[in-house]
């Protein structure tokens, strides 16, 4: 579209760029953002003198930062071959990449990716394969030890054989954030214990186990050029500036936490979710989802502390969702269940089946960790964490082996298959989702019929509605950056992506017409704020806020009830 075409259709669209009241900004300085700016730069270009790969490569800004079977089709060939990692033999089993954008993430194995017998034939550790994860709102889907400190539950962390219970500490500030799948992901803790520098700690004497710290592991993982891992000739590690500007923009992505005025509106205090009885819903097939995903599932109050116990919801037809994602997030404030929990779902035994299915030979176990439920060695290995389904409806695949690709409502029947529900475990060991139920009041319905396509209504209208509040902020924050006289390309970029989402994660619904009026706002939104973007016009950037605002509205409103 040219810029004049662009202009005129902004005109009729948005016909009255007065100048309005303006919201409230965060307080960012011109250095701040300019970091930001610099960790893109840095997430999307640098190749750390390694095999080519930048962390741009499986972590892509255009698929929520992950990458989908899906994805990796459109790509052209030298973005795949980047992506299968094909100058690096054994780094990366192709199929599998094809198959389920499942990597390998384990350093420490005499078997090679590409060698299926290995893994099983002759007894030895495999690799270990996972999935992209989000890297969106880092803050309030990790526990911050300030806020959660030990002695909370926070500290229950059962380890892994990544990072066993004793390193999960640092010495100075208390719990680590437990990064990754199962909380293992990043390298290294300050404990001063040899078995603690793991996942690649070896190679980084500063490694803490944080945030920061993660693309160091990350580089030494999967953009080395040989499987040896040498620093200074696969690869080179981040310096302290682009570890700095990498973090600054992982907590940047995604939304944040409530405001004092969504906070006063709900009755809590510094809250990282709406609470979900406290949003109205307009469209009722939402609402059946709302209730289905609330249902038969909480009779716990709040951990002391915490805002105060929600309205409990005590449908027929409930799936119990929200004990372990309180609210769509990932650090429940339920007294039953520990911050960052690592809980067993079962989906690993699909793993067998993925790997039978490609190579007659079941893949190595993907190295979870216990619950906190049932100790060592009574219950089986293979728990992960609970994430915030805030974002799901976004992605293209789903869990920690992908086993559902493309379909997000059967990612969602999981929860009512045998392997969940009824508590498979192998032979002699307890099902940790069994200790869960009994006595801590905790029951589990999974809704028949229509309702798993209304839990997915739910979840996708959850995930448009955080989206366009996150544009909200973004818009906030182009704001400043035209009064700083800097880029506005870094929020644009991003609520383009967020309202490219809503129109998708709106239009995939199995309940037609599922918020119709949004998908058209969001792909008429997304016009004026190009042009917003090349005319660094305040006044409509501040209308648009207003625009999408209306839009967030139209889905679901608070209320004090």
Not at 278 to 288: E, I, Y
Not at 483 to 502: A, E, K
Not at 531 to 552: C, H, P, S, W
Request: one cysteine or more.
């Amino acid at each position: 579209m040219t810029r004049i075409k662009a202009l005129v259709l902004t005109a009729l669209l948005f016909p009255c760029s007065l100048v309005v009241a303006t919201y409230g900004q965060a307080q960012t300085t011109k250095a701040d953002l300019l970091k930001i700016d610099k960790g893109f730069k840095t997430f999307t270009q640098e190749t750390w003198n390694g095999n080519g790969r930048t962390c741009g490569t499986c972590h892509r800004p255009d698929e929520s930062y992950n990458i989908f079977p899906s994805t990796i089709k459109t790509l052209s060939k030298s973005e795949q071959a980047l992506v299968f990692a094909t100058n690096v033999p054994g780094l990366e089993n192709m199929d599998l990449v094809k198959s389920h954008a499942v990597f390998n993430v384990e350093a420490d194995t005499p078997c090679s990716s590409t060698d299926p017998l290995c893994w099983r034939l002759y007894g030895k550790p495999g690799p270990t394969f996972r999935s992209t994860m989000n890297i969106q709102a880092l803050d309030l889907t990790t526990p911050n030890p300030a806020t959660f400190p030990l002695g909370t539950g926070a500290d229950k962390f059962p380890g892994t054989s990544k990072l066993p219970a004793k390193c999960s500490r640092s010495l100075a500030t208390g719990l680590l954030p437990q990064l990754g799948w199962s909380g293992d992901g990043s390298p290294g803790t300050p404990v001063t214990d040899n078995d603690c520098h793991v996942h690649h700690g070896f190679l980084d004497p500063g490694a803490d186990g944080s945030i920061r710290a993660f693309c160091n592991g990350a580089v030494a993982q999967h953009s080395t050029k040989s499987l040896l891992r040498r620093p200074g000739t696969d690869f080179r590690l981040p310096t302290s500036d682009e570890m700095d500007s990498l973090e600054a923009l992982q907590r940047w992505l995604g939304r944040r936490a409530l405001t004092a005025e969504e906070n006063w509106n709900q009755g809590t205090t510094n809250a990282s979710e709406f609470l979900l009885t406290k949003l109205s819903f307009t469209d009722p097939r939402v609402a059946k989802g709302r209730d289905h995903f609330l249902g038969a599932g909480i009779v716990n109050p709040k951990a002391p502390g915490n805002p105060p116990p929600q309205t409990t919801f005590n449908t027929t037809n409930g799936a119990g969702c929200q004990a372990c994602h309180g609210d769509g997030g990932a650090i429940s404030g339920i007294a039953t269940i520990n911050r960052n929990i690592n809980l067993n779902t079962f989906v690993e035994l699909d793993s067998e089946d993925i790997g039978n299915s490609l190579f007659g030979v079941a893949l190595p176990l993907d190295d979870g960790g216990y619950t906190p439920f049932v100790p060592p060695p009574a219950a089986p290995r293979g728990a992960f964490n609970i994430q915030s389904i805030i974002e799901a409806a976004e992605k293209k695949a789903w869990f920690h082996n992908h086993k559902a690709v493309g379909d997000f409502e059967q990612a969602i029947a999981h929860y009512g298959s045998d392997d969940f529900v009824n508590n498979v475990a192998p032979p002699g060991l307890v099902a940790p989702l069994t200790l869960l139920q009994n006595g801590n009041g905790v029951s589990i319905g999974f809704p028949q019929g229509d309702g798993i396509n209304h839990l997915g209504a739910f979840l996708r209208a959850l995930n448009a509605f955080y989206n366009l509040r996150d544009c909200e902020r973004l818009i906030d924050e182009a704001v400043t950056r035209v009064q700083l006289g800097i880029s506005v390309d870094g929020p644009v970029r991003q609520s383009l992506f967020n309202l490219s989402r809503v129109i998708r994660v709106l239009y995939q619904s199995k309940l037609p017409g599922l918020y119709p009026d949004v998908q058209f706002g969001a792909a008429a939104i997304s016009l004026g704020i190009e042009v917003a973007a090349l005319t660094g016009n305040v006044a409509l950037f501040q209308e648009i806020k207003v625009a999408v605002r209306k839009l967030r509205d139209s889905i679901a409103v608070q209320t004090s009830s």
